[in-house]
């Protein structure tokens, strides 16, 4: 039995990335063991996909807070303890940092990655005993695909699938009235769009049958949320949500609008339409991409009008 670890830390819209190559392998190996170390924060999305036997959370990021504290040390010891636990047959970096090389290095079994002209950090390459060129000019899950299908030796064929699997579940403050999910929050403000476009566009969408659903993460997130609801009768503010009920929240919805972030990447791996909007990025290599509808508009220092954003929306989705 073919036992793999996937070494993909961060962040959510990478962690997603990857989801289409696990289904690629399973298809490959049905038969094969698949573990992933990821970021404990995101520790709930792997285990969406039904080819992951085990995660293994690392906290990176809250651990270099405070590295000597006696929890970190503790911690720190517990997940060199269990991610040496198994001999894999391949370690894969699919993320091609050099704090993912680290941590894959740490593990037991040969570790595979990018070579170091396709490397994120070319460094990370001279941790890796196998490396594959990999074209950076492709989309990040293409990228992903053609890596993983290479280091385990079989030819990529078929249609992106993410292959994930959100449980059936009600969430009792959404009601049963027909809701488009809008996602307001990013991580940088330059990637935000104008409140005043949500509130015209969540205008829209009610008129046309479909309430407007703001979800949120931190407290400025959910302050905007409120803003945007008080505005806009009849929409939800979200109550906080986990990254599972997230993905059920989005499984639902008619179509899904959201600024540059993972959780309009987590819309379209459960196959919900999705259009997204960019505002100071490019979305060639990282937008948002579905095997049902996907739009992604705009650009860096180019937003999309509320007019071209519910076009997409029309597009998409009408009851």
Known sequence: MRKILIVRLSSMGDVIHQMPAITDLARAYPDAVIDWVVEEGFAELPLLHPAIR???????RRWRKSPFSAAT??????????IRACRYDLILDAQGLIKSAAVARMTCGPVAGFDRHSCREALASFAYHRTYPIAKNLHAIERNRRLTAAANGYALLGEMD???KVPLQEL?????TPYVVMLTATSRADKEWPEAHWIALAQRCIHAGMRPVFPWGSANEQQRAQRLAAAVPLAIVTPKLSLSDAAILLAGSRIVVGVDTGLAHLAAAVAVPVVAIFCASEPELTGVRAATFALNLGGNGKPPSVDQVWDAVVSGRLP
Not at 73 to 82: G, L, N, V
């Open 73 to 82: 040390q503790a911690e720190w010891a517990k997940f060199k303890t269990e």
């Open 172 to 176: 009792p403050w959404l009601g049963d």
């Open 162 to 164: 993410y292959g994930l």
């Open 54 to 60: 085990r995660v293994i959370p690392v906290a990176l």
